[in-house]
């Protein structure tokens, strides 16, 4: 099976900043990246698609860059409403996974 | 409006079962693969299950194998998870989630439901 690995797990930011979350997959995936932002009490949502593809209506300073193992995911302006927690998935194998998380909170 | 509503959880015993359902609406629910996604208090998301969108081809984590079944009717346009011999650890919010496929076929899980609560305890 692939095993997602996110690092940090947690970071602290302020507004402005320019973050970065790094995905490694314990085997190449080739493009097979997603990322997910999720909010307390709500249901994930889609930022990024086959690595760096952004969903619409996502906002540009979302970026997502990578392949094989290493993924990044850039927020290159941090905003108030993106403190939340970020997950990448590989959709390389018909075993879904999701790395661990990232929590993105206020500095 | 696209739209996935999860119901069926609740609180049920150690080893007892759970029929949760997933029903769809606002797009051709028929020609998309459906996955099974929870997230346990305080933890991460954890995929459980897939299932084509014909309902002929279907994977499950490791976890749940053996236990869970996933299933689905497209003229009700509804998914379910039949969830068997329940576990404490099995205790997590159960969402739904559409696949879509781009054109060269990265799969991505686009729309999501807002989620349903299974509880295992005494």
């Known amino acids: 099976d692939i095993q997602m690995t996110q690092s940090p797990s947690s970071l602290s930011a302020s507004v402005g900043d320019r973050v970065t979350i790094t995905c490694r997959a314990s085997?190449?995936?080739?493009?097979?990246l997603n990322w997910y932002q999720q909010k307390p009490g709500k249901a994930p949502k889609l930022l990024i698609y086959?690595?760096?593809s952004l969903q619409s209506g996502v906002p540009s300073r979302f970026s997502g860059s990578g392949s094989g193992t290493d993924f990044t995911l850039t927020i290159s302006s941090l905003q108030p409403e993106d403190f939340a927690t970020y997950y990448c998935?590989?959709?390389?194998?018909?075993?879904?996974?999701f790395g661990g998380g990232t929590k993105v909170e206020i500095k | 409006e696209v739209q996935l509503v999860e119901s069926g959880g609740g609180l049920v015993q150690p080893g007892g079962s759970l029929r949760l359902s997933c029903a769809a609406s606002?797009?051709?629910?028929?020609?998309?693969?459906m996955n099974w996604v929870r997230q346990a208090p305080g933890k991460g998301l954890e995929w459980v299950s897939y299932?084509?969108?014909?309902?002929?081809?279907?994977y499950y984590a490791d976890s749940v194998k053996g236990r869970f079944t996933i299933s689905r009717d497209n003229a009700k346009n509804s998914l379910y998870l039949q969830m068997n011999s329940l576990r404490a650890e099995d205790t997590a919010v159960y969402y739904c989630?559409?696949?879509?496929?781009?054109?060269?076929?990265?799969?991505?899980?686009?729309?999501w439901g807002k989620g349903t609560t299974v509880t295992v305890s005494s």
């Open positions: 085997q190449s995936i080739s493009s097979y």
């Open positions: 989630a559409r696949e879509t496929a781009t054109r060269i076929y990265y799969y991505y899980m686009d729309v």
């Open positions: 998935q590989q959709s390389y194998s018909t075993l879904r996974a």
């Open positions: 086959a690595a760096s």
């Open positions: 299932i084509s969108s014909s309902g002929s081809t279907i």
């Open positions: 606002g797009f051709t629910f028929s020609s998309y693969e």
